[in-house]
Nanobody, 125 residues
Framework: QVQLVESGGGLVQAGGSLRLSCAAS????????MGWFRQAPGKEREFVAA????????NYADSAKGRFTISRDNAKNTVYLQMNSLKPEETAVYYC??????????????????WGQGTQVTVSS
């Protein structure tokens, strides 16, 4: 059974930074693409960033490019999301997710089969 546990959310002022972590268990972590999504109140869950199983390939939503960095440590079964220059409109619950298939890239909601419980990020203006 896959378990994904996010941490690192909180309250930050606009322009500030946060680093999210996601600890994974119950899967062969080094084989799967990992992703971060977010969901603001009243909105659909949206893609933020993804990283391939090796860490060699990354993808970002246009809104995240240049400010967010996704990384992973396969020895620790952990994926990270460094978020800089945060904006109030990025207030949301941030979710970690693992891809449904080994050795497969993906960035859409349907590509990911397991999800964490989410961590709240609140950016004040």
């Amino acid at each position: 059974q896959v378990q994904l546990v996010e941490s690192g959310g909180g309250l930050v002022q606009a322009g500030g930074s946060l680093r999210l972590s996601c600890a994974a268990s119950g899967l062969t972590f080094s084989r799967v693409t990992m992703g971060w999504f977010r969901q603001a109140p009243g909105k659909e869950r949206e893609f933020v960033a993804a990283i391939s199983w090796s860490g060699y390939s990354t993808n970002y939503a246009d809104s995240a490019k240049g400010r967010f960095t996704i990384s992973r440590d396969n020895a620790k079964n952990t994926v990270y999301l460094q978020m800089n220059s945060l904006k109030p409109e990025e207030t949301a619950v941030y979710y970690c997710a693992s891809h449904r298939r080994d050795y497969t890239l993906g960035i859409t909601f349907a590509d990911f089969g397991s999800w964490g419980q989410g961590t709240q990020v609140t950016v004040s203006s």
